[in-house]
C-alpha cells in the first residue's frame, strides 16, 4: 500500500444520519485510512468533538430530528462544516448527502459516494411513504443517484450487486465489505450455556419476535439480546409468552458483547427478505454473520444466495428460509443435539474469517482507491 506519509493527505468523511463512531466508517475506514499516514476528519451530527485513534471528530448538532428538516436544511450545515476542512478527498455514507457530494465535486474536490444500502430497493419497503407512491420515488431517486454518481471520483458499496448497478453510471466503483475489524481471541475457556444469540439493533427486520415464536416450543434453550431497541417493538417482543426465556441486556459495550458470544452455543440472524439487503439475494452488508463466525460460533441464518455460498463452503452453519419455523426450530435442536459437529461449525468459521473474511482484506482495496484519484 502506497501512502506518501508526507504530503498527508487530508481526508474528510461525513454524514448526516450515522453515529460519529459508527463500526465501519470509524473504527474500519477511518482508523485504517489515519493509521496509514492520512490526516482524517469525521463531520457527523450532535457528536463531541474530539480525536480518538488519530481522527479528528467534529459534531455538527441537530437542531430538529424532522426527517424533512434534516434533508432540506440539517444537509447545509454538514456541507458548510466539510467546506471549512478545506479536505483534499471527501467520502460521504448518506444518500441524503448526494446534491453536497456534487457541491464539493463542483469545487474541485475529490468525491467519494460509500452506499451501504441499495436505495432504491429500500424505497419499496419503506412504510412511511403510502404504498401508492413507493414505486414512483424509487424510480425518481434511482435517476437522480445515477445522475450525480456519475460526476464523482468512485463510488464504494457493501455489495456486489449494488456495485453493479452504481457501475452502469460509474465505472469507478468497487466492493468494500463489511468484515470484522476486531478478531477476538479463540476458545476463552468459559462453559457454553444452551443459549442462542444476537448482538446489534433489535429490529423486526431480524423477526425476533419469530425467534422467540420457535424457542417457546424448546425446551433447555435462552435467548440472549443485546442491543438497542425502539419502545413499540419491544413491547411487542415482551408480550410474546416466549419472552420468559429471552435475556435482554439492552446496550452493551463491545467487550461485553464478546462475552456474551463466549457464553453462547449458536450465533441466530434470521433477516427478513427485505429489499434494502437485496431481497434472497442477500448482502455482506449485514455484519452479524461474520461477527459470530470471529467468536467461533455455529451460525443460523436466512438462507440469502450471497450467505448460503459462504455458509455451505466453509461449513459454519446452517441456513434457513426466514419464515420456516418448523426448520429454524429443527436447526437449533440439531446444534445443541450434536456439539461435536457445531463445534466444529464454529472452528470453521473462524478459520474462514482469519483467512479470507477480516477487515484487513478490505482496508488495502480502500487505500488503493484512494490513492489511485
Not at 464478546?258 to 448482502?283: C, F, M, R, W
Request: include cysteine.
Amino acid at each position: 500500500m502506497e501512502v506518501c506519509q508526507g504530503n498527508m493527505l487530508k481526508v474528510c468523511h461525513f454524514t448526516s444520519v450515522h453515529d460519529a463512531k459508527d463500526r465501519r466508517i470509524f473504527s474500519k475506514e477511518c482508523c485504517s485510512l489515519a493509521k496509514l499516514g492520512f490526516k482524517v476528519f469525521i463531520v457527523a451530527p450532535n457528536a463531541v468533538s474530539e480525536v480518538i485513534h488519530d481522527v479528528q471528530i467534529i459534531g455538527v448538532p441537530v437542531a430538529n430530528d424532522n426527517r424533512l428538516y434534516r434533508i432540506f436544511f440539517y444537509t447545509k450545515l454538514i456541507f458548510q462544516k466539510a467546506l471549512e476542512l478545506n479536505a483534499d478527498i471527501y467520502h460521504f455514507h448518506d444518500p441524503e448527502l448526494l446534491s453536497v457530494g456534487l457541491k464539493l465535486k463542483k469545487k474541485g474536490k475529490k468525491v467519494i459516494f460509500d452506499s451501504h444500502e441499495d436505495v432504491p430497493q429500500q424505497i419499496l419497503n419503506k412504510t412511511y411513504i403510502p404504498k401508492p407512491f413507493r414505486f414512483l420515488i424509487s424510480r425518481i431517486y434511482a435517476k437522480y443517484e445515477s445522475r450525480i454518481v456519475a460526476k464523482l471520483d468512485a463510488t464504494i458499496s457493501v455489495n456486489d450487486s449494488i456495485a453493479e448497478k452504481l457501475k452502469k453510471s460509474n465505472i469507478h466503483s468497487v466492493v468494500i465489505a463489511n468484515y470484522p475489524e476486531i478478531i477476538p481471541s479463540g476458545n476463552s475457556g468459559i462453559r457454553k450455556e444452551n443459549y442462542i444469540c444476537f448482538a446489534g439493533a433489535i429490529t423486526e427486520n431480524y423477526l425476533h419476535h419469530r425467534v422467540i415464536e420457535v424457542i417457546n416450543g424448546i425446551e433447555d434453550i435462552r435467548y440472549s439480546l443485546a442491543g438497542p431497541c425502539h419502545n413499540k417493538y419491544l413491547e411487542k417482543l415482551k408480550q410474546h409468552p416466549g419472552w420468559k426465556k429471552v435475556d435482554y441486556y439492552g446496550v452493551l459495550p463491545y467487550i461485553e458483547v464478546l462475552h456474551l458470544y463466549q457464553k453462547a452455543k449458536i450465533g441466530i440472524a434470521i433477516h427478513d427478505y427485505t429489499p434494502n439487503v437485496g431481497g434472497k439475494e442477500g448482502s455482506l452488508g449485514i455484519l452479524k454473520n461474520f461477527e459470530f463466525m470471529a467468536a467461533g460460533l455455529p451460525i443460523i441464518c436466512t438462507d440469502f444466495r450471497v450467505w448460503k455460498k459462504i455458509i455451505e463452503e466453509e461449513e459454519c452453519g446452517i441456513c434457513v428460509a426466514p419464515y420456516d419455523s418448523e426448520g429454524l426450530a429443527s436447526a437449533i435442536r440439531y446444534l445443541l443435539d450434536n456439539p461435536e459437529i457445531a463445534t466444529r461449525m464454529g472452528e470453521n468459521g473462524r478459520k474462514a474469517v482469519l483467512e479470507k473474511y477480516c477487515w484487513s482484506s478490505e482496508e488495502k482495496k480502500l487505500v488503493t482507491l484512494y490513492n489511485s484519484l
